[in-house]
């Protein structure tokens, strides 16, 4: 049964405020950060094919120069495909090009590159079982649900949320192919709005395995965050060095 990743480049990093232009390919410890999940993906070999979805020529031309041969010394066939204006756009653009012997697809923020080899192949391994696993986290701090505005802040009426029932959502999400490519098809022909693709899942019906996260995997924001990853890029080698 192949597999495949899309791996999601296209954001716009506005959130950075000028202090990173791309995420993507930032240097994060002297390498960008795009490579430190596709490090990954090689290193795991759970994947015969990575689909990165890109924002424009301006950001493929750099990509593609990274990626210049090391995709063929792992045996990976790369493929580049245009992102949309919603992460969910991207994620269907990426979708759409999968190829017929592919039964099982990674969908991964490259703006989360502390994703390990092992956590991969976990990941691999449950869904062929369960069709559907995300990797997740386990919700510490106690949650409250402003009722009325959101926007409000002052003096507003608070809501308990239990938080031994909350999960912090990451990626990767990991999928039989026909369940979450029917997923988004129905997230298309009810012009609904998501931010993951485990909600796609869900609202088709699905239910989804949770794989809690033996690893930091947070994802990359602000620019606090980059200091932060250094740190935990120092502490530990994520990946093996290519």
């Not at 899942?201 to 200091?227: C, F, M, Q």
């Amino acid at each position: 049964m192949g597999k495949a990743a899309i791996l999601l480049c296209a954001g716009s990093s506005l959130r950075m405020r000028g202090a990173v232009e791309d995420k993507a390919l930032f240097p994060l410890m002297g390498k960008p950060v795009l490579l430190y999940s596709f490090n990954a993906f090689a290193a795991s070999k759970t994947v015969e094919q990575v689909i990165f979805v890109t924002r424009n020529t301006k950001q493929l031309d750099p990509i593609k120069d990274v990626l210049n041969d090391i995709s063929s010394s792992f045996g990976l066939e790369t493929v580049f495909v245009s992102g949309g204006n919603r992460r969910q756009d991207s994620v269907e653009n990426g979708l759409r090009t999968l190829p017929e012997n592919i039964n099982h697809v990674f969908i991964h923020d490259c703006a989360r590159p502390l994703i390990r080899p092992e956590t991969l192949l976990q990941l691999s391994e449950i869904v062929v079982r369960d069709k559907a696993v995300c990797l997740a986290h386990r919700i510490v701090d106690t949650i409250k649900e402003i009722e009325g505005d959101p926007a409000k802040t002052r003096l507003v009426t608070l809501k308990d949320r239990d938080r031994s029932r909350l999960w912090g959502m990451e990626t990767p999400q990991v999928f039989e192919r026909s369940l979450i490519c029917d997923a988004y098809r129905q997230v298309q022909k009810e012009e609904l709005e998501i931010t993951d693709d485990a909600s796609a899942a869900i609202r088709a019906g699905h239910r989804v395995s949770l794989l809690e996260t033996p690893y930091p995997n947070p994802k990359l924001t602000i620019p606090g965050d980059i200091s932060y990853f250094e740190h935990l890029l120092a502490k530990a080698a994520v990946n093996s060095p290519i």
